[in-house]
């Protein structure tokens, strides 16, 4: 089965804090996504890597940035947290496009409460 | 850019009855795929069933099937035998085939199962 797991499930941080949320996965995925996923919104995608240094904004990337230096682990950086960043975030995997199936598969989650 | 909406913010179905989810979709593309993806309380997103266009066969994965109208770019989901472990967040995705990074979801269906 695979594996996309989130180091922390819930984190409190302030204002004006830098913040990692680190993404590990177990299949050998060239891609790897962050989504923010807040009520009556559905998930909305922040960046998006299709291999290791790569990397692509997502539709809604202000205010974070991304991390890829190995094939497994894609970190999503918040330079200075705010308030509005408090949501759960979602880190997932897929393999490439062209592939049978095509399943984008999900970690758990990460709830950020900014105060 | 492709939306995917979902009218249903809410739905309830009694324990052993059929329920159907519905899901619409906005594209100028011939191929991609569709999914249906699950989110119980525990938050982890599960993927439940996958469609792709370029099939006119129905998918169906036990319990849940779909009803794919591609020309009305309707992407049901209906789930039979309703159980209380059903009850979740559903989520209707779809992946466009010429993008990786293109997967847009609808905002949710909160289910309840009632016993």
């Known amino acids: 089965d695979v594996k996309v797991t989130q180091s922390s499930r819930y984190l409190v941080k302030r204002t004006g804090e830098k913040v990692f949320l680190e993404c590990v996965q177990d299949?050998?995925?060239?891609?790897m996504f962050w989504y923010r996923q807040d009520p009556g919104l559905g998930l909305r995608l922040i960046y998006f890597?299709?291999?290791?240094?790569?990397?692509e904004k997502g539709d809604i990337p202000e205010g974070y940035s991304v991390s890829r230096e190995k094939k497994e682990r894609f970190s999503l950086i918040l330079e200075s947290a705010s308030t509005n960043q408090t949501s759960m975030y979602l880190c997932?995997?897929?393999?490439?496009?062209?592939?049978?199936?095509?399943?984008?598969?999900f970690g758990e989650g990460s709830w950020l409460t900014v105060v | 850019a492709q939306t995917v909406t979902q009218s249903q913010p809410e739905m309830s179905v009694q324990e052993a009855e059929t329920v159907t989810l519905s899901c619409t979709y906005d594209?100028?593309?011939?191929?991609?795929?569709l999914f249906w993806y699950k989110q119980p309380p525990s938050r982890q997103m599960i993927l439940v069933i996958r469609q792709e266009a370029y099939k006119q066969q129905n998918a169906t994965e036990n319990r849940f099937s779909v009803n794919f109208q591609k020309a009305a770019k309707s992407f049901s989901l209906k789930i039979s035998d309703s159980q209380l472990g059903d009850a979740a967040m559903y989520f209707c995705?779809?992946?466009?085939?010429?993008?990786?990074?293109?997967?847009?979801f609808g905002s949710g269906t909160q289910l309840t199962v009632l016993p």
């Open positions: 997932a995997s897929s393999p490439p496009i062209d592939r049978v199936g095509n399943t984008i598969y």
């Open positions: 995705a779809y992946r466009s085939f010429g993008s990786a990074r293109q997967l847009t």
């Open positions: 299949m050998d995925h060239e891609n």
């Open positions: 890597s299709y291999d290791v240094k790569m990397k």
């Open positions: 594209t100028s593309e011939s191929d991609y795929y």
